[in-house]
């Protein structure tokens, strides 16, 4: 089973910077690609950024030229140039199969990103 803690959230001014690291844990799986999603009051679940396990990246248009997706053995998402559209709880996500051949999909808890003067 996949376990996924979430960081770095907080309250940033508008044209700020923050950087969501996101900890995968656990044994028996391989995770073929990781992303970040966020959800704002109101609204569905939309993704941010991803990554494969073979470093290809994909963004959402909003955050293009703003936002950069990496990973280590911790993916981190960098927030640039914040604005107050981009307040959501973000959320981690992991895809891949169990040592068993089984596709999964894991959440974090999320974190609050809040963009506000």
């Known amino acids: 089973q996949v376990q996924l803690v979430e960081s770095g959230g907080g309250l940033v001014q508008p044209g700020g910077s923050l950087r969501l690291s996101c900890a995968a844990s656990?044994?028996?799986?391989?995770?073929?690609?990781m992303g970040w999603y966020r959800q704002a009051p109101g609204n569905q679940r939309e993704l941010v950024a991803s990554?494969?396990?073979?470093g290809s990246t994909n963004y959402a248009d909003s955050v293009k030229d703003r936002f950069t997706i990496s990973r280590d053995n911790t993916v981190y998402l960098q927030l640039n140039s914040l604005k107050p559209e981009d307040t959501a709880d973000y959320y981690c996500?992991?895809?891949?199969?169990?040592?068993?051949?089984?596709?999964?999909?894991?959440w974090g808890q999320g974190t609050q990103v809040t963009v506000s003067s």
């Open positions: 990554i494969t396990s073979g």
């Open positions: 996500n992991a895809e891949g199969l169990t040592s068993g051949g089984r596709p999964f999909g894991s």
């Open positions: 656990g044994s028996g799986f391989a995770i073929r690609a």
